[in-house]
């Protein structure tokens, strides 16, 4: 069957398919090289119709899809299975910014558009597209709005979800689905595009999108700011923003302990404060308020708890360089956490004000059943998202006897705090392929019930990127 499906696979127009084992090692393992799969072949369509085409052709031969953007995301999502039963679809050659309409404040865009070239586009337009994390390299608007991506301004300008005007997609069954509308009102019945986005492939393949723009910020003030307590930290997130309404375009959350790690690992950093502290605040205050007037406010609203000791000190960049340095720090964590050990990442979310219960909850735990293990954190403050990392040196983890026992054990700790505040176990990484125990564990039935008849539905011969986000 497979020589004769790749021979009709390789005919589709516009398609390049890679069946040779060193081409399509890279579509087969996972940025952090935690998962591997295999698969029949990589086919890499250059137009919607060719996806059609594609996926036409592997439900007649049920062959599972694997549709892959960037491959970066972190929980086992974008690799196919071990069997090689199936193919990755991958969409990087669709990558053409189809329009940008600063008046109407939309662009179009072919999903395989890498984000920073998403952002660039609208920049050049005298535009902002906001969405921001450490991958913007890498990842494609497809990933993004089928992981429901999130990063670092969300608190101001909300998840891919809020990014999203409309989408085109091919169905599993092969339909084309055209709904790159750019309305921002539209009431005329349920709202499809919201079932395809955070859907993580496996209701169809994103194939082109309208996105949101914004006025660009004429004026940032970047700061980072060193706190002694995550209570203080969490305090400083809420003032911030009553202080400076609409314009915190970002308050992210790293510890020592991350920050440490970064200047560690990553070269050409170093610490940017003259003291260490336990916690660090990074925020950035954006809009049409000069420079000046926001740094002699944010100093006036540090002066207090800077007296009381509970901030104990600040920079604020003075250029765009030191602005790009602080962001930079930021954006290389999960690089230098990659390299320092074994780290188990936690996607978790609370309300944003139970922050400092979960943190000083899972640091017990966390060092009463895992005391080799080091809390390094990182977040998005402003969400109530941490990123919450028990990193295990590689010597520890090496010795750790049941390896998949001791993730799950770290994992049901953490994610029980967060579940008994209110919170989740996955914020914006989405499920993949590694959190399908926590789905069967947290999810309540009846909204597992309804997105298993969903998927029923749409995708009956479960072909579209299988044994990710439901639990058989
Ligand atoms: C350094 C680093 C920092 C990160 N920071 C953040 C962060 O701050 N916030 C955050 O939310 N995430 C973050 N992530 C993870 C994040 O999910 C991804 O970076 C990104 O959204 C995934 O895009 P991608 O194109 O790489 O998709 P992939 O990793 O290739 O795929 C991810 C999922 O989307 C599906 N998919 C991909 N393209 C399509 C498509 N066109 N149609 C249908 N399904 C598709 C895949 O099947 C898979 O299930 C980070 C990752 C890294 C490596």
């Known amino acids: 069957m497979s020589e004769s499906f790749l021979a009709v696979l390789k005919a ?3 398609t390049l398919v890679l069946d040779e084992p060193v081409a399509m090692q890279p579509h087969l393992i996972d940025w952090r090289k935690r998962h ?11 137009s919607t119709e060719a996806v059609a085409a594609i996926v036409s052709l592997c439900g007649r031969h049920r062959v599972p899809i694997y549709p892959q953007g960037g491959n970066t ?10 069997s ?15 329009s940008v309409d600063p008046r109407d404040n939309a662009m179009l865009v072919q999903a395989g558009c890498v984000l920073a070239n998403v952002q660039e586009a609208a920049l050049a337009a005298d535009r902002l597209f906001p969405m921001s994390l450490g991958a913007e390299g890498s990842c494609q608007i497809g990933g993004n709005i089928a992981t429901n991506a999130g990063g670092t301004a969300v608190v101001r300008y909300g998840n891919m979800r809020d990014l999203v005007l409309g989408i085109e997609a091919v169905l599993p069954d092969g339909t084309i689905w055209n709904g790159l509308r750019t309305l921002r009102k539209n009431n005329s019945g349920y709202d499809l595009k919201n079932l395809f986005i955070g859907s993580e492939g496996t209701l169809g393949i994103v194939t082109a999108a309208a996105l949101k723009l914004f006025p660009r910020p004429r004026h940032s003030v970047t700061a980072l700011i060193a706190v002694g307590s995550i209570e203080t930290a969490a305090a400083l997130a809420q003032a911030l923003q009553t202080e400076f309404p609409g314009a915190v375009s970002a308050v992210e959350l790293i510890s020592e302990s991350e920050l440490a790690l970064v200047v560690r690992h990553i070269p050409g950093t170093a610490h940017p404060l003259a003291s260490e502290a336990p916690w660090y605040v990074l925020v950035e205050i954006a809009g049409a308020e000069g420079e000046a007037v926001v740094c002699d406010r944010l100093t006036a609203i540090l002066e207090e708890p800077m007296a009381a000791g509970s901030v104990t000190d600040a920079t604020i960049a003075t250029s765009e360089r030191q602005r790009q340095q ?38 017990a735990a966390l060092a009463s059943a895992f005391p080799q293990a080091v809390p390094v954190v990182v977040g998005h403050l402003g969400d109530g998202n941490l990123h919450y990392i028990a990193m295990f040196s590689h010597a520890d983890w090496g010795a750790m006897a049941d390896k998949p026992g001791a993730t799950r054990a770290v994992g049901h700790l953490l994610y029980d705090i967060a579940a008994d505040l209110g919170g989740t176990f996955s914020a914006e990484h989405g499920i993949g392929s590694i959190h399908l125990g926590e789905m069967s564990r947290y999810k309540p039935p009846v909204e597992l019930l309804l997105m298993q008849r969903i998927k029923g539905l749409l995708d009956p011969d479960e072909l579209m990127n299988p044994g990710r986000v439901l639990p058989r």
Not at 356 to 361: N, S
């Open 12 to 14: 589709i127009l516009d």
């Open 36 to 46: 591997e799969g295999q698969a029949l072949a990589i086919a890499l369509p250059g």
């Open 73 to 82: 995301s972190v929980c086992g999502g974008s690799v196919p299975d071990a």
């Open 84 to 98: 090689g039963s199936g193919i990755v679809v991958n969409l990087r050659r669709m990558n053409r910014i189809l």
């Open 326 to 363: 602080l962001w930079h720090l930021r954006h290389n964590v999960t690089e230098a956490n990659v390299r320092e050990g074994l780290g188990l990442t936690h996607d978790i979310a609370v309300p944003p004000a139970r922050i400092p219960q979960f943190v000083h909850r899972a640091e």
